[in-house]
């Protein structure tokens, strides 16, 4: 993209939990943030919790950035009250050394912790959240939902990913509530979802390999029709805690079987994988705005995933752009909604082109524009 300067020109912080080598959505989507506002002349810090003062991001950070660790204890684990104590004071520290315009909090967590550090500093703040708030069917929330709902009465803005995110808060809150979707980049070259005559087909998948991305149902459905659908393999990209398990699940089928799911680990060139796959899957239990799935389409894929799925049924539009198997979390469904898909290379192909039409509306020029707007509205501009 084209650089794009301003004269008012924002002091931007950004905060996020961690960045240490991760390789997941919130870091992928707000390093291509940062770095697109630095290009359009703002001044943008970026401050995590990693707890090394040599940590090292996976995805490339702009050298223009500003980044701070708070190098105080390990971010994945409960601290002590006077480590938070000694970490609220350096974090105040820290901000009225910035004193950012703004400051845009990745998740309740990091935006609750600020908000509650900086109180009485008069920065405005910004909950970004990534993933769906409808999550908490799931999961628990720490600190619960309505307690974060409670500070998010303090945010200058809270952002949701899709507009039907918003009926999962308070009726108070709709009106500070921004709809900021995720920006999606053009595909430099298409996937081919025929495949070459006489050459194996890929079914694909990536992302970070954790619970709720749920991997282990795509393993389980594609083993129920593996045998009916010879020509094709399976391949999950990307690394994560769930690695492990992945392969021991795998490692228990038949050799047949086994021996067409393929799990290379993580990648920096994910495009070289869509270019190579012929059908796309996201079998996730929920998901925020999810950056895998919106790339894939990009690239001309069909995609699949679970009707019940946050996220996947907000991108996908069944029976156009790909296929919402019924429910969630359910092998059965998935297996019988991508068997449909990999019998068909003219259902692949025409929802494949329409899928990459959907992504040109989440151009990362208009939604770059769209994050402008809300941080210029946020900090008062």
Known sequence: MADKKSDDTLRILVACRKFDGVVGGVERMSTTLMNELVKRGHEVFLFTWDEREDAKAFYPIDEKIKWTKLAMGDPTHKASLLLRLKRALKVRKILNSIRPDIVLGFQEGSFVTLKLYGLGLGIP?????????????????????????????????????????????????????????????????????????????????????????????????????????????????????????????????????????????????????????????????????????????????????????????????????????AGNDDASTLAVTLRKLMESSELRRTMGQAGFEKTKSYSPEAMLDNWETVLREGAGR
């Open 125 to 325: 703040m910004i909950c970004a959240i990534r993933e769906s708030p409808f999550r908490y069917a799931y999961i628990e929330a720490k600190p619960p939902f309505w307690f974060s709902c409670q500070i998010f009465r303090l945010a200058a803005s809270v952002t949701v990913q899709f507009e039907r995110y918003k009926a999962a808060f308070p009726k108070f809150l709709w009106p500070t509530i921004k709809v900021t979707p995720n920006h999606i980049f053009p595909a430099a070259e298409l996937a081919d979802t025929d495949g070459k005559s006489g050459e194996r087909k890929i079914l694909l998948s990536t992302g970070r390999l954790s619970p709720e991305k749920n991997h282990k149902i795509l393993v389980e459905a594609f083993a129920k029709i593996s045998d009916e659908l010879p020509d094709w393999d399976l391949v999950i990209v990307g690394k994560g805690g769930q690695e492990e398990p992945l392969k021991k699940q795998t490692s228990a089928l038949p050799e047949s079987v086994a021996a067409r799911i393929h799990l290379p680990g993580p990648t920096d060139d994910v495009p070289s994988w869509l270019k190579q796959a012929q059908l796309f899957c996201l079998p996730s239990k929920w998901e925020g705005f999810p950056n895998a799935l919106a790339e894939a389409m990009a690239h001309g894929l069909p995609c699949v995933g679970f009707a019940e799925c946050d996220g996947v049924r907000d991108l996908i539009d069944h029976g156009k752009t790909g296929i919402l198997a």
